[in-house]
């Protein structure tokens, strides 16, 4: 069993005034590529379920952006809705989840680099 990452990137612009300012354009990079995370999100819920999907009437979202002092790293939280609940696939139902990704920047490129759990093989 190997560790597998997933690493996403993307152009921001800028320059940028402020932290402020960096946090919203992370968010709205986030918001405008939402669709990016989905597979991502889906495999982080429960490795290896390919049953497991969110919910398309409430995509991810992004609840906050935290940036560290150097404005070079920092995480994002999203919040999103699977159909995996306590260990569990429901049907017609949502429950709903929280999860921070990290991510560096270098110059105007937002890079989120995501290790995926290890999907186990109880049968080897």
């Not at 690493?7 to 590529?33: C, D, K, M, V, W």
């Not at 597979?39 to 999907?53: A, S, Y």
């Not at 609840?63 to 260990?87: M, T, V």
Request: hydrophobic share 35%.
């Amino acid at each position: 069993m190997t560790q597998e990452r997933i690493q996403t990137q993307y152009r921001l612009g800028g320059p940028f005034a402020n932290q402020a300012e960096l946090a919203q354009a992370i968010t709205l990079t986030i918001e405008a590529h939402k669709r990016d995370f989905f597979p991502l999100l889906e495999r982080l819920v429960d490795e290896g379920n390919p049953g497991v999907h969110l919910s398309q009437e409430h995509p991810p979202r992004v609840l906050g952006i935290e940036l560290d002092q150097s404005g070079i790293q920092g995480r994002a939280q999203l919040g999103y809705e699977s159909n995996f609940f306590e260990g569990c696939l429901i049907v017609d139902k949502y429950d709903q989840h929280q999860i921070d990704l990290p991510f560096c920047l270098e110059g105007d490129q937002l890079t989120f680099d995501i290790e995926l759990p290890i999907a186990w093989n109880f049968n080897n």
